[in-house]
T-cell receptor, first 117, second 112 residues
Framework: GAVVSQHPSWVICKSGTSVKIECRSLDFQATTMFWYRQFPKQSLMLMAT?????????EQGVEKDKFLINHASLTLSTLTVTSAHPEDSSFYIC?????????????FGPGTRLTVL | GQNIDQPTEMTATEGAIVQINCTYQTSGFNGLFWYQQHAGEAPTFLSYNVLDGLEEKGRFSSFLSRSKGYSYLLLKELQMKDSASYLC?????????????FGAGTQVVVTP
């Protein structure tokens, strides 16, 4: 299957700082990437849809000024958590859409665990 | 919107078979996905159904009935490593860029 990477895999930061998370599709081009957040023992929550060369589409209740998304190329999307606070501590996971022939699916990155002190 | 329902937890013994059901009510439909997620890790793609019928991949099979809004994931010859959460997800169509809506997940516990 397709491979998606995320960096960093974990990060600890002080309250008020900003953190950037990168998501890369390693062996395919992804016009669409998605960003999710997952709290312990809860399901995935879609935060936003990221399309190359255009503004991200945010889900209801997700602050676009706090979670900045940039999809600069067909293989890279970044999520920046601005002015992070302890309540932003979570597991952030990206996925990339891969469409080829009759296959059209999403592959997930390994996730980034963010802890805000 | 979409409602996706799956059982919260299932327990089975090693070597047995377990079937995880998923029902959905959607305004549109363009595919149903199953993912496996181990604790503390990201989901791993298992299967994708867009047409009715059974898709088999080794020990895992997935079935879809679009008219009934129903799917199941069948895990055969269970192994201890199969203990994980299994997520059912439905993709809408139209202008949603293929985003998925996930069920809450079914925690499968495999016992010796």
């Amino acid at each position: 299957g397709a491979v998606v990477s995320q960096h960093p895999s974990w990060v600890i930061c002080k309250s008020g700082t900003s953190v950037k998370i990168e998501c890369r599709s390693l062996d395919f081009q992804a016009t669409t990437m998605f960003w999710y957040r997952q709290f312990p023992k809860q399901s995935l929550m879609l935060m936003a849809t990221s399309n190359e060369g255009s503004k991200a589409t945010y889900e209801q209740g997700v602050e676009k000024d706090k979670f900045l998304i940039n999809h600069a190329s067909l293989t890279l999307s970044t999520l920046t958590v601005t002015s992070a606070h302890p309540e932003d501590s979570s597991f952030y996971i990206c996925s990339a859409r891969w469409a080829s022939g009759s296959t059209d699916t999403q592959y997930f990155g390994p996730g980034t665990r963010l802890t805000v002190l | 919107g979409q409602n996706i329902d799956q059982p919260t937890e299932m327990t089975a013994t090693e070597g047995a078979i377990v079937q995880i059901n998923c029902t959905y009510q959607t305004s549109g439909f363009n595919g149903l996905f199953w993912y496996q997620q181990h604790a503390g890790e990201a989901p791993t793609f298992l299967s994708y159904n867009v047409l009715d019928g059974l898709e088999e991949k080794g020990r895992f099979s997935s079935f879809l009935s679009r008219s009934k809004g129903y799917s199941y994931l069948l895990l055969k010859e269970l192994q201890m490593k199969d203990s994980a959460s299994y997520l059912c997800a439905v993709r809408d169509h139209g202008g949603s860029w293929g985003k998925l809506q996930f069920g809450a997940g079914t925690q499968v516990v495999v016992t010796p």
